[in-house]
Nanobody
Framework: QVQLQESGPGLVKPSQTLSLTCTVS????????WEWIRQPPGKGLEWMGA???????WYSPSLESRMSLSRDTSKNRFTLQLNSVTPEDTGVYYC??????WGQGTQVTVSA
């Protein structure tokens, strides 16, 4: 059974950097592509970016200037960094694989 688990701070101050990690068990992160998706309160899902099985990174154009993805194949996990956060970055953040499933999501609140 494949499991994805997001981890990171629940509260981030404006202008700081948000860092989230998705740890995968039951599958190798080199086997499929992986996504970061978020949902602001009261809004729909927003695709943020992806890491391919081969280690390439794709970014939403609206976030590309503030966002960085990475992966650690030795620990079977991948990471999202979002710089200069604002309250508009508040929401539930998910890591996912279209083929294998989603994490449960982690709430991130940007507030002073």
């Amino acid at each position: 059974q494949v499991q994805l688990q997001e981890s990171g701070p629940g509260l981030v101050k404006p202008s700081q950097t948000l860092s989230l990690t998705c740890t995968v068990s039951g599958a190798s992160i080199t086997s499929v592509n992986w996504e970061w998706i978020r949902q602001p309160p009261g809004k729909g899902l927003e695709w943020m970016g992806a890491i391919t099985d081969g280690g390439r990174f794709w970014y939403s154009p609206s976030l590309e200037s503030r966002m960085s993805l990475s992966r650690d194949t030795s620990k079977n996990r991948f990471t999202l960094q979002l710089n200069s956060v604002t309250p508009e970055d508040t929401g539930v953040y998910y890591c996912a694989s279209w083929q294998l499933g989603w994490g449960q999501g982690t709430q991130v609140t940007v507030s002073a």
